[in-house]
């Protein structure tokens, strides 16, 4: 099993670390540039492991929605309204999910 962390946000990226199976793998394809802090004990037990992974080639994009068509993965997302985008934009620290503005 594997986590694709598309959120640049390195509290939420450690908390993934608890959502793995054993021999599990977060891959990190987004940065705050925020040191990850979390306890060795989370990867050992478990054999879990991280991995970053710098997506800037349009290949690796082409290739990451062939794989996702493929076996259905679907994002977490969280709409809006784009007549609230202010509002949306000044409560981001409280998204839980990728948020997406719609008309």
């Known amino acids: 099993m594997a986590i694709l962390s598309t959120a640049g946000h390195a509290p939420s990226q450690v ?3 608890q ?8 891959v990190a394809i987004a940065a ?3 040191p990850l802090e979390f306890s060795a004990e989370q990867l050992v037990f478990g054999r879990k492991s991280i991995a970053g992974w710098y997506s800037g080639h ?3 994009s082409e290739e990451a929605m062939a794989f996702a068509v493929l076996k259905g993965v679907r ?3 969280e709409t809006f309204p784009l007549d609230s985008a202010e509002e949306t ?6 998204a839980r999910y990728r948020v997406v503005l719609t008309l």
């Open 89 to 94: 934009f000044l409560n981001m620290n409280k």
């Open 32 to 34: 705050d540039h925020a």
């Open 58 to 60: 349009a290949r690796d």
């Open 19 to 26: 959502g793995l199976r054993p021999n599990g793998r977060l």
């Open 15 to 17: 908390d993934l670390i």
């Open 75 to 77: 994002p977490m997302v």
